[in-house]
Structure formats: structure tokens, C-alpha cells
């Protein structure tokens, strides 16, 4: 009898996250093995957004000793801690938050696992890497690129915050897009609905059933009159709605005086007009989806997602008719029970429908790939169906490509650099910063009394970076002076913000819920903003 009081309690304990990723989105997070470089405090406000949701797992990489400017910056280590190793006690602090995660750590810096032992970093479904220098992170952006393991960089650099996604290809099937339209399909209503329908008379129904007919069935029989009195085409501009909602109030029943009875049902056929009449088409990005290379070329090594969206689009040009499978899903409304039930049915049967055809569909293709029918399951086909209006594939460039002369992203930022603050700046001079560690050994302006001679030499790091990669563009003093006061200190307030923003990144990279950015994200503390760049 333990085991249902225990599920119980986490469902107590996660309530709020089930309901944002469901049951399979926390499996996915319990079953996740993630890896952070340096326990800074970037590092361990990012750890602290994944143990609080139950991550599986962790281990900290870092062959730092704890110092007391570490102890001030960073929650998760103590006065006593000072000496000791930085990842040892900051896991086991971080442990402390919830007992079902375990963590581990290694005292080991990462330059020398990269030297000693690579594949190490392989084992991770996702590694974070925070407050590395440039050398170091590009053989480590390297080296998982090759293997396929996603790295997120995360960096606080002052008041700036860094973030770069690097994954080869990442496929969501459950994007959860905000203002998500209703699949009611009333501009080509399938035969079970025009017949559902059908069976609704709304010149011959006593009172109560007229004011309980749900809305949906009212607006597909107006929509009916409207074609063969109005037009042929669906009601589009404000002129035509507006005609459109008239004809639905002249249905509405009148009163022994000729007044307008309170049909609540008809007020909200009239108020849903706007979502209701959305055209039923296939959106641009499952179209590019349909005509990627991975679904037209499929082969043994093709991932189920890539397979999924191949069986789908032939549906759609075979059984579809030109539609993807039917959502299967209604909106609460005013309605009797039993009406809403049949109403719900009528798209539940489709939907089922289309998701067995597509199944036959995935079932032959895997035949002819050779693979098991069994390795795709009911749930990720069913899951896929009901989403195929809302896949997304985010490709991300390597860091050296970014980094490359001639394969760098020069138009982008000249793009953004209209404006002398955009958050584009912040990136240059990030990337300034670094060459100044590469010629100096350390960052601008860590002491005092290195502040005013640094200046000048971030200037020319600037400039050499600028002139090296063909950038013509002017870059305001003030952004040297700020970045040598920064001394590249890592203040809490930013690091708490970088890591909240990190967490939820590797949260949506391991449960293929929600969509990732493109690649760098940057953040001003300054200035209170923050944009993402696809450098």
C-alpha cells in the first residue's frame, strides 16, 4: 500500500510542473543524468532550478577551492566551506533541497578531464558549461558536437547575462504555442460532423434544447446559410463577420412580445466568430517539416519524430484530403450534457481515426526501414497527432562556426547595430573580453588600480576583433569603461536571473516540451532587457 501514498506525495510535491509538462515531461527530468562545469554561483542558481523539479541526477565538475569571494556571491557555500573543494560542498547543499535527486561531483577541472579522459562528458544527457575561458569552451563545444550531446553555455559577466544553445537538431512535439486556436474544422467539416450537424433543427426544437444546443453546431448551420445565401467563401473581413454574427442573432428566439429571449449559447456562438472561422490549412513550419530532407530520406539510423512526421504527411495526402489528423479536442460551453457529449464524441471518433491511419502509415514505413513496429509507441504516435499543427525542429550552429573567420554571422549583428544599444553590443564586448584574457592571462579590471590602464587595452582588443571579422561598426567608450569596472565579478542578482532562464533551457531540452532559443540569448541588467541573436 506504500507505493500509491508515495505517488501521491509527489504528485503533492510537483503539482504546479505536472500540470505545466505532464506525467512524461517529469519522467523524461527523473530519468535525466545532467552535468554542470564550475559550482560558481551561475552554476549552482542553475542546479537549484533543477533539483527543486526533481532532475534525476547531477554531478558537478570543478577543481576550484573554495574562496571567500566565492562564500559572498554564491548561497550555496559557507563561510566554513572556505579551502575546501568547491564542488564537493556545493553538491552537498544543493542536495539538501530534495532527497530523490542524486548528486555527484568530480574535483577535477575541466581542462584536464578534456586532456585525461574526453569521453567522460558523453555519459550526460546535457551538459552545462558556466565561466569557462574561450579556449577551453571551444574544445568542449567541440567534443560534444561530435558526440551529440547538447551543451548549454551560461555565462554573468557584471551586470551582463550570456546564455548559447549548442545542439545539432532538436525536435519538439509538444511546443504548447500561446493563443492556440480551437481544430473545429467548420470551413471543411468531415462527413461525421456534417451529419452530426444535420441532426440538429433549430426551426423545430422547444425552448430548452434551442438554448442548450452547443455553440459550435450553431455557427456550422449559420455558416451552411451563409454559403448558399451570402457567398462561397468563409466571412473574412470586419464588414462580413459582423453580417455574420447578425444572421446567428436573427436565430435567436423571440418572446410572445417579439423580444429576444437570454440564450446565453447564441451570445457565445456570436463572441467565438473571430476563432471559430479559422481556416483549416497546413501552417508554413509543418510544411517545411514535410519538405526536410530528414522526413523525404528516411533511413534505419531516422528518429521516431522524423518517421512520425513522414507517416503524417502522407495521411495528408492520402486519408487527410489535404488536412492534418483531427485534434480531437472542444472548448467548455454552454450546453446540456448529453449534447456536449455527443459534440465531444463526434471529434474524439475522428481524431482516433486519423491517429489509426497514421499508424498504418508509420507501421509500413518502419516495415520498409527494417525496424520493429513496436519501436515507435501508442503514446508518441497519439502524442504527435494530436500535435502535428504545433512540431518544431530548432537546428543550432556549432560554436566553431561562430567562432570561424569566414563562416562568422556578420550580417546578423551589423543587422541590430542600427541601434548603438542594442543588446548585440554586449556581445562584442564579451567576446573583447575574451581576446583580452587570451593576450593578458586574466580580465580586464579585476583590482582597482587596474581599471584605468585596462581601458585602453580593451579598446584595442575591441578593435581587433572588429577589423578581424569585417565589422565596420562603432561601439560606444562607455561599454569599455563599464566592462573594465565589471572586473569580471559575477553579482548574485544576475547570476539568480541567468540561472532561473538556464534551467528552464535544459528543461526543454529534456522533455522536448516547449521550444529552445536560436541560439544566444543575452541579457542587460542594466538596462532591464534582453534579446535572443542567431549568431
Known sequence: MAQPGRASLKEQRYDRQLRLWGDHGQEALESAHVCVINATATGTEILKNLVLPGIGSFTIVDGNRVSGEDVGNNFFLQKS??????????????????????GNFVEESPEKLLDNDPAFFNRFNLVVATQLPESTLLRLAELLWNSNVPLLVCRTYGLVGYMRVIIKEHTVVESHPDNMLEDLRLDKPFPELREHVQSYDLDHMDKKDHSHTPWIVIVAKYLTKWFNEKSDQLPKSYKEKEAFRQLIRQGILKNENGTPEDEEN???????????????????????????????NLTEQSPS???????????????????????????????????????????????????????????KLLQSLGKAPESISERELKLLCSNSAFLRVVRCRSLSEEYGLNTFNKDEIISYMDNPDSEVVLYLMLRAVDRFYK???????????????????????LTGFLQEHGLSVVVKDDYVHE?????????????????????????????????????????????????????
Open 305 to 363: 519524430f522524423w518517421i512520425l512526421a513522414r507517416a503524417v504527411k502522407e495521411f495528408v495526402a492520402n486519408e487527410g484530403q489535404g488536412s492534418l489528423p483531427v485534434r480531437g479536442t472542444i472548448p467548455d460551453m454552454i450546453a446540456d450534457s448529453n449534447k456536449f457529449i455527443k459534440l465531444q464524441n463526434v471529434y474524439r471518433e475522428k481524431a482516433k481515426k486519423d491517429i489509426a491511419a497514421v499508424g498504418n502509415h508509420a507501421a
Open 266 to 296: 447564441f451570445e457565445e456562438a456570436i463572441k467565438n466568430v473571430n476563432t471559430a472561422l479559422n481556416t483549416t490549412e497546413i501552417p508554413r513550419c509543418i510544411e517545411e517539416i514535410f519538405n526536410d530532407d530528414c522526413c523525404i
Open 439 to 461: 593576450h593578458h592571462g586574466r580580465y580586464p579590471g579585476v583590482y582597482n588600480y587596474q581599471v584605468e590602464d585596462d581601458i585602453g587595452k580593451l579598446k584595442s582588443c
Open 81 to 102: 566551506h572556505i579551502g575546501q573543494n568547491r564542488a564537493q560542498s556545493a553538491t552537498e547543499l544543493l542536495q539538501e533541497l530534495n532527497n530523490d535527486v542524486s
Open 483 to 535: 566592462f573594465c569596472r565589471y572586473g569580471a565579478a559575477e553579482p548574485h542578482a544576475i547570476a539568480a536571473f541567468m540561472g532561473g532562464a538556464a534551467a528552464q533551457e535544459v528543461i526543454k531540452v529534456i522533455t522536448g516540451q516547449f521550444v529552445i532559443f536560436n541560439n544566444t540569448y543575452i541579457y542587460s541588467g542594466m538596462s532591464q532587457t534582453s534579446a535572443t541573436f542567431q549568431l
